[in-house]
Every structure is written in structure tokens, then in C-alpha cells.
């Protein structure tokens, strides 16, 4: 019995060492005087070397917040083994319900476009061993968090190397959403309080769509999947047809599913993949 009791610490402290391990941080934010945690993974690598990482920033859906991809995706340890399988820093920022990632025209206090680019990123830098350059930095995300990676991306084409999107609600023009009335009813009251009551112009800036232009002149590579039963389905074509239609590469496809963690389970270690590929062709990959 003694024996069997001195194994079972050592395995586990085997299992320890070699894992990825996640921090939880405080990030302040003083245009929204408050501060919001956040996830961050990293690679086993990073302890082991004294080297810079490249970091991705993956966000999470507009009913979510900052820990749904370490506690939602039916395999937990996903996101860990992907920071491990690609040697990159994953970070998962607060983006509350509903901020679409923007500074809000009509709530003073939702400012997540001046947080995300102007308090996190330099924190994580300033904090971590990263590759502090738009060479070795990424973003993607799910549903609002794909509305978000791509919107802040075309916006600040200087600290990105790429970005992407899975079932992103890339349009504020919810009439091109599929949605039964009363949750359409309900979602206008919720992102109302965001965008104020949009019309056929307002919303416009807002609309990942319309940015199809900016992004053909930034030139970022792009990775964008959905589902076949999403019900964002449409404005993700829509965005891929105006891609096509304007010449600007890029990764577009449709997989069956729907609006569902299983679909964002498969689709993220496509991301990473394509990511891969950027950073090598960057100089930053680590081995």
C-alpha cells in the first residue's frame, strides 16, 4: 500500500509537468474604469525556453464570457492541447454579453474595441515573453467573437498577422439573420443597447460585410467558416461572395452543423492550422 501511494503523487506530478498549464489574469481597463479577467494558455514549451511566443487572442460569443472556451467545448482540454500542439499563447479576453467588441455610440461604459487593442494587448506583452508584433499576433473567435476578430482586425491591420471567424454574426442587419420572431424580438431589444435602434444606415460602419473593401486594400489573411444549419449562414456568404467578387484571398468554407460547440470544437484546430501556416511563413513559428 505505502508503494501505491508514493506512485500515485508521482504520475500525477508527471501529468502536471507535461501539460499546458492557463493563468487567469486581472486586465484593468480605465476607459471603462473596471477591470475584467481573462484566460490565458500556454504552451509546455514556454517554461522550457527562454524564446518570445506568438500569441492568439480567441474570443468568445455574445451570451459567453471569458473562460467558455476552457469550460463549454466538450473536449476540455482543447484548447490547452492546441497551444501545445502549436507552440502559441492562446488568450481569451472578457468581452461581456452583447459588447460586439466595439466602442458602443450609445453606452459610455462599453468600450471593448479600446480595451481589446489598447489595454489588453499591451498588457499580455508587457507581462508575457510574446512576439510583440503584428508578425506573430492572431485573432479569431466564435459568433459575436467572429464579428469581433474580423471588425477589429480590418480596423487595426497593424497588430495583426491574420484573422478568422466561425459562425460569425457579421452583420448588425438582423433582418439577413434566420430567426424566429420572438428570439428576433429579443436579440433587437439586447443589441439595441450596443448599436442604439439601427436603420438602414446606421449600422453600416458596424457591418463586418460592408468592410469586404478594406479588407482586399489590408491584404490580412483570412479564415471564415459556418455551418450549413446556422442561422448566420447568409451573411457569411454574403461576406464570402463580396470577397470573391473584389479578389481578396481567402479561406472560406461551409461544414455541416450548426450554431453549436461541437461545430466550434472542429472548426478551431482548422484555425490554428491555417494560423500554422502564417507564422512560418512569417519567420515566427516556434518549433
Given at each position: 500500500m505505502k508503494r501505491l501511494t508514493l506512485i500515485i503523487p508521482l504520475v500525477l506530478y508527471s501529468i502536471w509537468a507535461f501539460a499546458a498549464k492557463v493563468d487567469t489574469v486581472q486586465i484593468p481597463s480605465a476607459a471603462m474604469n473596471k477591470t475584467y479577467k481573462a484566460a490565458v494558455a500556454f504552451p509546455k514549451a514556454y517554461a522550457k525556453s527562454k524564446a518570445n511566443f506568438p500569441v492568439l487572442y480567441l474570443l468568445h460569443g455574445g451570451y459567453g464570457h471569458f473562460d467558455d472556451w476552457l469550460l463549454k467545448t466538450p473536449d476540455k482540454s482543447l484548447v490547452k492541447d492546441l497551444a501545445d500542439e502549436y507552440n502559441i499563447i492562446i488568450v481569451m479576453p472578457e468581452g461581456e454579453t452583447f459588447s460586439y467588441?466595439?466602442?458602443?455610440?450609445?453606452?459610455?461604459?462599453?468600450?471593448?474595441?479600446?480595451?481589446?487593442?489598447?489595454?489588453?494587448?499591451?498588457?499580455?506583452?508587457?507581462?508575457?515573453?510574446?512576439?510583440?508584433?503584428?508578425?506573430?499576433?492572431?485573432?479569431?473567435?466564435?459568433?459575436?467573437?467572429?464579428?469581433?476578430?474580423?471588425?477589429?482586425?480590418?480596423?487595426h491591420?497593424?497588430?495583426?498577422?491574420?484573422?478568422?471567424?466561425?459562425?460569425?454574426?457579421?452583420?448588425?442587419?438582423?433582418?439577413?439573420?434566420?430567426?424566429?420572431?420572438?428570439?428576433?424580438?429579443?436579440?433587437?431589444?439586447?443589441?439595441?443597447?450596443?448599436?442604439?435602434?439601427?436603420?438602414?444606415?446606421?449600422?453600416?460602419?458596424?457591418?463586418?460585410?460592408?468592410?469586404?473593401?478594406?479588407?482586399?486594400r489590408n491584404g490580412l489573411p483570412l479564415v471564415i467558416n459556418i455551418g450549413v444549419d446556422d442561422?448566420?449562414?447568409?451573411?457569411?456568404?454574403?461576406?464570402?461572395?463580396?470577397?470573391?467578387?473584389?479578389?481578396?484571398?481567402?479561406?472560406?468554407?461551409?461544414?455541416?452543423?450548426?450554431?453549436?460547440?461541437?461545430?466550434?470544437?472542429?472548426?478551431?484546430?482548422?484555425?490554428?492550422?491555417?494560423?500554422?501556416?502564417?507564422?512560418?511563413?512569417?519567420g515566427t513559428y516556434i518549433l
Open positions: 467588441y466595439v466602442d458602443s455610440p450609445v453606452d459610455p461604459n462599453s468600450k471593448f474595441e479600446t480595451y481589446i487593442i489598447s489595454e489588453v494587448i499591451p498588457f499580455i506583452d508587457s507581462k508575457y515573453r510574446t512576439i510583440a508584433d503584428k508578425k506573430g499576433r492572431l485573432i479569431t473567435g466564435l459568433s459575436m467573437g467572429g464579428f469581433g476578430s474580423l471588425y477589429l482586425s480590418t480596423r491591420p497593424e497588430l495583426f498577422a491574420a484573422a478568422g471567424s466561425m459562425s460569425g454574426a457579421l452583420d448588425p442587419n438582423m433582418t439577413t439573420w434566420k430567426l424566429p420572431p420572438d428570439r428576433f424580438e429579443m436579440l433587437t431589444k439586447m443589441l439595441d443597447k450596443i448599436w442604439g435602434p439601427m436603420t438602414p444606415d446606421s449600422y453600416l460602419p458596424y457591418s463586418v460585410v460592408n468592410m469586404a473593401d478594406q479588407m482586399r442561422f448566420l449562414l447568409e451573411p457569411n456568404r454574403e461576406l464570402h461572395r463580396r470577397l470573391v467578387y473584389n479578389h481578396t484571398p481567402h479561406d472560406y468554407s461551409e461544414q455541416p452543423g450548426g450554431h453549436t460547440w461541437e461545430f466550434w470544437q472542429n472548426a478551431l484546430p482548422g484555425h490554428l492550422l491555417f494560423f500554422s501556416k502564417v507564422l512560418k511563413a512569417n
